[in-house]
């Protein structure tokens, strides 16, 4: 993909996950006018959101075919077309069949758009980055479905369903046009064949684990155990064709895995508060559902701010710290809800509600980077497909598992006799329970997350520390250009590192660095015309001399880049490459241990070339 700036591509990206997520959720708070006007019962109507989660899972993994298929831009903007279609059909439905067909074609383009959309993001963001791009794809698919419930309620309170899909139409040919103006020619990744066997494995797989686990709490349990078998069938077969469907592979990757059960983990908690919280608010304390929207959504507001702070904090320091915090904020927090279910106070609710979320936006966009960054970029796409598949599947399951448990305890409070407002607070925190169970696995899943960051990290570590330049040349603020110059010309360098007096670094050197300061503060080191008539009458021993005697903490370029020692050779050469620079002091523990130059990684990949090839 060629493009201006990887930046342009994460507006597209961003704004496709969030309508993506935005529409499968925005619909839901429709279902009653949409049953008065069609005579449809609940059982009926709820298709609408099962349809579309089953559509949307079975094209996961069959767009990471197309991805690796069609050139990407042609095949983003069909996607966004799927969506167009859809909306018009909804929008135009005169009865309740036709109204299925156009959610079900919407949900074959958002099953794609938001695979497709991280695969575009993966191919353009530096991997020094990833975690600041995600955390903004995070986002934008945590605001989406919630932002959508109390958007559809204020569109309700002046229209009808129909307006629904009018507005979210012309969001969806907005992007459709940006998409256009901003995605640039782009190559096929390849041209894999699709195996049809392995698209019915998998769809037969995904609609019978979805469709099971929605219902099992009604007795459908076998048809989740159906669904299990012939994902065994799917699996085997990925291992056993030379170009499979989803290359399971990615799953030897340890961190990888880990990566994934953390995210389905932060995944199920997010979706199973998200309508438990609601369902809790309007019936214990009787109030509507804009209301309990807006109760929740200062939490939401929190989470989409902290989201790209999250995935800053993972550029810098990993998620070994961040992500234990992150479930530790929702065990603490949900078991707090728990125990002030009594209290009848919204303001209460929504404080306490924050840092749920907040905990939430710590893991789930820096644990998606920190699995998707161990992948190669050949495995990129495949990566991304088990991801998004763990999306539809933890949401399907968090939704059902937890809707299920708080309906199971409403019914054990009325059989028991309590009275509804205590039957809905002992159903409250049950379920809470349950949820606090699931974090207190999350936290001690993420204490591993240390070890596999820190092996990770070896290889790197060790080669970084071995081909840079310990032997570091350090120039005091106070010293004279004089004297830097003459160091530079003894050891024969071509910049130094600037340290205080503390010996802290302050900046970096270099004789280019002292030559410009010297072109502007006298003529004589712009052109020879100047030099004539610095001896025609001026002193320029004198100038000379004053210039030689600046300091180098006035000259000395205080935009350090500076790179850490756990930063691997490929991504030194990038940094060095992108900034522009022939060399970079190198930290560890926020100390400088070395200097580490272009000169250093052409003779290290030559050393290593040669070795592999004597071998």
Request: charged share 15%.
């Amino acid at each position: 993909m060629k493009t201006k700036k990887p930046l342009l591509i994460l507006i597209v990206t961003a704004f496709a996950s969030f309508l993506a997520t935005f529409n499968e959720t925005f619909l839901n708070i429709a279902f009653t006018p949409i049953m008065k006007d069609f005579g449809v019962s609940v059982g009926t109507v709820q298709w609408l959101t099962t349809a579309y989660m089953l559509g949307a899972a079975i094209m996961v993994p069959i767009s990471s075919f197309m991805y690796r298929k069609f050139k990407t831009k042609p095949l983003f903007l069909f996607t966004v077309c799927l969506l167009i279609v859809g909306s018009l059909i909804c929008a135009l439905a005169p009865n309740f069949e036709i109204l299925l067909t156009g959610r079900i074609i919407q949900s074959l383009g958002t099953g794609m758009l938001i695979p497709i959309g991280m695969n575009l993001t993966l191919s353009v963001v530096p991997k020094e980055k990833i975690g600041t791009y995600m955390g903004i794809m995070g986002a934008m698919t945590t605001l989406g479905p919630s932002l959508s419930i109390i958007s559809a309620g204020a569109i309700l309170s002046i229209g009808n369903w129909q307006l629904l899909f009018w507005i979210f139409l012309m969001l969806t040919c907005i992007l459709f046009i940006i998409a256009c103006i901003i995605l640039g020619k782009s190559e096929k990744m390849g041209n894999p064949k699709l195996d049809i066997l392995s698209v019915i494995f998998v769809s037969l797989s995904l609609i019978g684990i979805l469709y099971g686990v929605s219902t099992i709490f009604s007795g459908n349990i076998l048809i989740a155990l159906l669904g299990l078998v012939i994902g065994f069938l799917f699996v085997k077969r990925q291992n056993s064709i030379k170009e499979p469907l989803i290359n399971l592979e990615v799953l030897k990757v340890k961190e990888f895995k880990i990566g994934i059960i953390l995210n389905m983990l932060g995944l199920m908690l997010v979706f199973s508060m998200n309508i438990i919280m609601p369902l809790f608010i309007q019936n214990a304390l009787n109030v509507p559902a804009f209301t309990a929207s807006l109760t929740l959504f200062p939490a939401i507001l929190c989470s989409c701010i902290t989201a790209p702070i999250a995935g800053r904090i993972y550029d810098k320091h990993g998620c070994k710290k961040i992500v234990p915090i992150g479930f530790l904020l929702i065990l603490v927090f949900i078991i707090l809800l728990g125990l002030t279910r009594n209290v009848n106070s919204l303001l209460l609710i929504g404080i306490l509600y924050v840092p749920v979320i907040i905990g939430s936006a710590l893991i789930i966009g820096p644990v998606q980077s920190f699995a998707l960054s161990h992948l190669d970029k050949k495995k990129n796409s495949h990566g991304v497909t088990m991801t998004s598949t763990g999306f539809q599947i933890a949401g399907c399951i968090g939704s059902s598992l937890f809707t299920g448990v708080y309906s199971l305890m409403i019914g054990i409070g009325n059989a028991q006799g309590l009275a509804e407002k205590d039957g809905l607070s002992f159903a409250f925190l049950v379920t809470l329970l349950v949820a606090a169970f699931i974090a207190l696995i999350g936290f001690l899943i993420s204490l591993f997350v240390k070890r596999y960051e820190r092996e990770s990290m070896i290889d790197a570590h060790l080669t970084l520390r071995n081909i840079m330049k310990k032997d570091v040349f350090t120039v005091n603020e106070e010293d004279d250009l004089l004297s830097v110059l003459q160091l530079l010309t003894n050891k024969k360098i071509s910049g130094a590192p600037v340290v205080n007096k503390k010996g802290n670094l302050i900046g970096f050197i270099s004789d280019g660095d002292i030559m410009r300061y010297l072109s502007k503060s006298h003529p004589l080191f712009v052109n020879a015309y100047s030099f004539a008539a610095i001896n025609d009458g001026n002193d320029f021993d004198e100038k000379l001399d004053s210039l030689m005697r600046s300091k180098a903490g006035d000259v000395a370029n205080k935009k350090i880049v500076i790179i850490d020692i756990n930063t691997d050779a490929m991504d030194v050469c990038k940094i060095l490459t992108d900034k522009h620079l022939k060399k970079a002091p190198v930290m560890e523990n926020g100390k400088m241990v070395g200097v580490i130059n272009r000169s250093n990684i052409t003779k290290y990949a030559i050393d290593t070339y040669l070795s592999l090839v004597n071998e």
